[in-house]
T-cell receptor
Framework: GQQLNQSPQSMFIQEGEDVSMNCTSS?????WLWYKQDPGEGPVLLIA?????ELTSNGRLTAQFGITRKDSFLNISASIPSDVGIYFC????????????FGSGTQLTVLP | DTGVSQDPRHKITKRGQNVTFRCDPI?????LYWYRQTLGQGPEFLTY????????KSRLLSDRFSAERPKGSFSTLEIQRTEQGDSAMYLC??????????FGPGTRLTVL
């Protein structure tokens, strides 16, 4: 199946530092989505990428759609305490339903 | 805020009881998805509606699970004869005619 490998599994960083995480697959994806999930809440869409090579920003967040269409990266600049949470990459499974398959998540902890 | 809403947010039930969850999607979205998420994992696809038609169901959706979207607007997910293994976060998502899905806050089910 179309599985997504997300790394790192967890990160501990100091407030103000930049963060980078990535997602890879053996399959090609035509869309990459990045979500953030807080405890007890649903995933919130951060950035959507629709074209290979696309670089998109949302405030301090920047994500890139890899040229091979098999990977994507999310960077967070100047981290703040509210960046704490689990970050998931996701992509639509080929087929009629276009349901999303998710990576296993990156748990981000920001230390003061 | 006209995002995806889910009700209830939390449900505690005894094994063997039936439970029903409701999802109200973003009003102009014709696609609706149900996912299940267990601790430490990303969401897993359960079923998909396009308007009122249920077009796809995952193998995760056992015979005890049934979902409806009678008028192509809100949806319900019912679990009959709940088991402890059903304890999870149940997430609803909706999307327009794209791959970008917007999630609700989820319903946390605990089966005692």
């Amino acid at each position: 199946g179309q599985q997504l490998n997300q790394s790192p599994q967890s990160m501990f960083i100091q407030e103000g530092e930049d963060v980078s995480m990535n997602c890879t697959s053996s399959s090609i994806f035509n869309t990459w989505l990045w979500y953030k999930q807080d405890p007890g809440e649903g995933p919130v869409l951060l950035i959507a990428l629709y074209k290979a090579g696309e670089l998109t920003s949302n405030g301090r967040l920047t994500a890139q759609f890899g040229i091979t269409r098999k990977d994507s990266f999310l960077n967070i600049s100047a981290s703040i305490p509210s960046d704490v949470g689990i970050y998931f990459c996701a992509g639509p499974v080929s087929g009629s339903a276009r349901q999303l398959t998710f990576g296993s998540g990156t748990q981000l902890t920001v230390l003061p | 805020d006209t995002g995806v809403s889910q009700d209830p947010r939390h449900k505690i039930t005894k094994r063997g009881q039936n439970v029903t969850f409701r999802c109200d999607p973003i009003s102009e979205h014709n696609r609706l998805y149900w996912y299940r998420q267990t601790l430490g994992q990303g969401p897993e696809f359960l079923t998909y509606f396009q308007n009122e038609a249920q077009l796809e169901k995952s193998r995760l959706l056992s015979d005890r699970f049934s979902a409806e979207r009678p008028k192509g607007s809100f949806s319900t997910l019912e679990i009959q004869r709940t088991e402890q293994g059903d304890s999870a976060m149940y997430l609803c998502a909706s999307s327009p005619r794209t791959d970008t899905q917007y999630f609700g806050p989820g319903t946390r089910l605990t089966v005692l």
